[in-house]
């Protein structure tokens, strides 16, 4: 059974950073491609960010600039850097395969940013 772990989250303030990281437990890690997500109360859940297996990388557009994404395939884990945060990227932040499979949703990690 595959498990994603999530770390990192915490309070911070605006115009702080925090990196977030992913623990995955498969050994098929390095040959799919990952993605970060996150959901804000009343809100979907969206994709942030994700990257191919080599490397090639996505955000969304709120994120675009800020964010960066970034894998570790010899420690199986992918990472988030985020800068520069808004009170708007108070979420749950999440890792999961790109596209997300409902088998691998983790518990997330909960990012707060305080104006």
């Known amino acids: 059974q595959v498990q994603l772990v999530e770390s990192g989250g915490g309070l911070v303030q605006a115009g702080g950073s925090r990196r977030l990281s992913c623990l995955v437990s498969?050994?098929?890690?390095?040959?799919?491609?990952m993605g970060w997500y996150r959901q804000a109360p009343g809100k979907q859940r969206e994709l942030v960010a994700g990257?191919?297996?080599?490397?090639?990388?996505n955000y969304a557009d709120s994120v675009q600039g800020r964010f960066t994404i970034s894998r570790d395939n010899a420690k199986n884990t992918v990472y988030l850097q985020m800068n520069n945060l808004k009170p708007d990227d108070t979420a749950v932040y999440y890792c999961?395969?790109?596209?997300?499979?409902?088998?691998?949703w983790g518990q997330g990690t909960q990012v707060t940013v305080s104006s």
């Open positions: 999961n395969t790109d596209p997300w499979s409902r088998d691998y």
């Open positions: 498969t050994s098929i890690f390095s040959i799919i491609r």
């Open positions: 990257i191919s297996v080599g490397g090639r990388t």
